[in-house]
């Protein structure tokens, strides 16, 4: 045996991966098979284009972070107000367009509470049409951008979708649409940076935001989205900034009342003392009257007894 194959260990092969599973991408079925057999497929998801089936394709993970991103913020605001539901489990939705019936699974959807038709708890499938659609673009195959950028784009403006965004980790790549009476998207025009949507009043947020992606807990004091990112806690930190302010009050004003108080006490004792002295005063004046009355008195009778004196001695003579 050479002194090779002792030194060096010996290589074994990798074990192969799972094969993916055959994608029936491309193969036509009827809508009820589809229905059927593919809809709820949990190994590869299906959309399906009039009789076509056709594999969602998957983002990046940047992207990924992205669409998490603003999904979390579109959360914030429906825990803020109320006003609509979200799905993002792959439900899909019916459209029947002039070209062809389609069902579309966007990256998520959301569904206003005054939409026609209210998405039920039991609900697999939407059987309306979505108030917001969001697709995170997959840019892997040029085939899978112009899905959402072009086609999905002309079918949820066709089947009435009245909000249409495409997240990507690229700001170029990114679209943000609203549709118009005529039923065609435009581009919602960013105000300072900032888009608003229409559909869910009060919804906003700064397009840069999606890429850099700041912490959630530091939105609520960005006048942008301080109306809604946790208001309970924005709430809790003025009822306690409000709760520490009437305690410093309140402290201030008992050290105030006691000041008075200890200036009120020396001012009694002040008061006390000067009557005091004033009582000790008038008594010291009695009592120096009462001894130069008693000394006037003994001069007047030292006098009567000298005069009394020299009235005998000169009766004697």
Known sequence: MSQTALAEPRRTRPE????APPSAAGRYVSEEEYWRDYYLDSDVHYE???GRLEEKPVSNYETFLVY????????????????ARMVALEMGFRLPLPTGTVIRKP???VVCNDNPQPLLPLDASYRGVFDLCVEALSDQERRDILRDTVVKKAEYAAGGVPEYYILHRAPEQQAFFTRTATGVYVPIAPDDGVIRSRVLPGLQFRVADLCRRPAHETLRDDPVYAAFVLP???AAEAHAAAQAQARRE??????????????????????????DNESHRAAAE???????ERRAQEA???LARLQAQLAGRNAAQ
Request: charged share 20%; aromatic share 10%; net charge neutral.
């Open 107 to 109: 990256d998520f959807g």
């Open 16 to 19: 192969p991966a799972g094969a």
């Open 250 to 275: 309140a402290e201030q004003a008992a050290a105030a009342q006691a000041q008075a108080r200890q200036q009120a006490e020396q001012h009694a004792a002040a008061e006390s003392n000067r009557a």
């Open 300 to 302: 007047e009778q030292a």
């Open 48 to 50: 399906w284009n009039n």
């Open 68 to 83: 998490q991103w603003f999904m979390l913020l579109l959360e914030h605001f429906l825990t803020a107000r109320p006003i």
């Open 286 to 292: 009695a009592q120096a009257r009462r001894q130069a």
């Open 232 to 234: 309970g806690w924005r």
